[in-house]
């Protein structure tokens, strides 16, 4: 099978089958996708990825396709799920059910080129399928396979279902968020998912690299990526294990407050909310001389960053009374004038007006067959010679059967549409 089309990005000529639902595995090949991966996205014949129920929906604009499902007249009643626009956009999609034998060939002959495979069910769903690692390598021995779950492929709690709630709270993440008379907070976007989404993507890239280069040569081998939803945000509490492990000291919520530096928060304006962080002492130095109170640098209390930290709610006092005279925009201003780092804290209207933001292309434009114009994130990180893109929003589901079974599988029309009325596509 070859590649229908050619990527602009880093990453043309990469194949990945994404068998993967939800977030994590989405947000992971949507990345891959962006700078030029050629993403087959595989979904059951029944509904496809539960994404495409997300709210919130769009009224969809245009009506009709080549093949009017099931999905999509549904969607004409209730609207186009924007989660799925975004987290789809850059992927073809297919329809295949891998329970079935017929549909565990049709994954295989899939992958006989590809380079990467996702998959996020419960650990042993797919070896119970004849789609085990060890099967998927005797097809493909190059083949990168990034395996998602709960609790990863081994130790006692593997076999537990996992969404990335329960993920913030045994990484320790829900237990230090929030205020000291506050309950554990979490987070108000997917965090776990998607932090488990950028460390896959970091992974795909290591094992490639690995079988492709490497110190020889590369090995020309593929191998199998473990990924847990609790170990990426786990791995992100630094100095912590080390301060339990020799101190038996555990971290207590402090709100907007930063254990290790001072002044750091979120302050009110006359008219809003503005941050600053001024840990470094020539940046604190900055900050006393901005806020009138240039004393305060020889006060024993804030003299260095552990004493400020020490004392932090008293100099936060300090400095929200000056914050709190000042718009947001003059109080920003005026500490910037003084050399200060401080910045406005957003919504998304604020977003999309900002001159920042529209300067990098944070915000993109593409025209959808659903919606029409849609405005979508830009792709993050920029690059000067191989830039990523988005040449397209989430596709319908099954959009592509013909151009990947037929085209490109070589799968002659009767066959198809026997798998097709078979429910196996």
Not at 52 to 71: F, I, L, M, V
Not at 120 to 148: A, C, D, K, S, Y
Not at 164 to 173: F, I, K, L, Q, R
Not at 403 to 423: H, K, N, Q
Request: glycine share 10%; with cysteine.
């Amino acid at each position: 099978m070859t590649t229908a089309r050619e990527r602009q990005g880093p990453l043309d000529g990469l194949r990945v089958v994404d068998c993967s639902g939800m977030i994590a595995g989405g947000f992971a090949t949507t990345q891959l996708a962006d700078f030029g991966a050629d993403v087959i996205k595989v979904e059951h014949p029944d509904g496809g990825d539960p994404l495409r129920e997300w709210p919130p929906y769009a009224e969809r604009e245009a009506q009709g396709s080549a093949d009017e499902t099931g999905e999509q007249r549904a969607t004409d009643e209730r609207g186009v799920s924007l989660w799925w626009k975004s987290i789809g956009r850059n992927k073809r999609c297919v329809t295949l059910d891998l329970s079935a034998a017929e549909g565990s060939a049709l994954l295989l002959d899939l992958i006989a080129d590809a380079d990467v495979l996702f998959e996020n069910f419960r650990p042993g769903t797919m070896e119970r399928w004849g789609l085990g690692p060890e099967r998927l390598h005797e097809e493909n021995p190059g083949l990168i396979v990034v395996r998602q779950s709960g609790y990863g492929q081994t130790g006692p709690k593997s076999n537990k279902p996992g969404f990335g709630t329960v993920a913030e709270g045994v990484s320790n993440w829900a237990q230090v968020n929030g205020f000291p008379d506050s309950k554990p907070l979490l987070p108000p976007i997917s965090l776990a998912d998607l932090t488990a989404a950028n460390v896959a993507v970091q992974g795909v890239m290591f094992a490639v690299f690995e079988r492709d280069v490497g110190r020889s040569g590369g090995s020309g081998e593929g191998q199998v990526i473990d990924m847990s939803l609790y170990e990426p945000l786990f791995r992100l509490f630094l100095s912590e294990v080390e301060a339990y492990d020799r101190l038996g000291e555990t971290r207590e919520r402090i709100g907007n407050h930063h254990e290790s530096a001072a002044p750091r928060n979120v302050y009110e304006t006359a008219d809003g909310y503005m941050t600053l962080s001024a840990s470094a002492q020539s940046i604190f130095e900055n900050v006393a001389e901005a806020v009138g109170r240039p004393d305060l640098v020889e006060d024993p209390r804030f003299a260095d960053n552990e004493a400020r930290v020490e004392h932090a709610d008293e100099l936060d006092e300090v400095i929200e009374a000056w914050t709190r005279e000042r718009s947001t925009e003059t109080a920003i201003a005026e500490m910037e004038a003084a050399d200060a780092i401080v910045g406005p804290v957003y919504d998304m209207a604020d977003i999309f007006a900002d001159e920042q933001y529209a300067a990098r292309d944070n915000i993109v434009e593409v025209e959808d067959e659903d919606l029409g114009s849609l405005k979508t994130a830009g792709p993050v990180p920029r690059f000067t010679r191989t830039p990523g893109a988005v040449d397209h929003a989430g596709p319908r589901h099954g959009q592509h059967n013909d151009e990947v079974y037929l085209s490109e599988l070589g799968l002659d029309e009767s066959e198809f549409d026997r798998l097709r009325d078979a429910g196996v596509i």
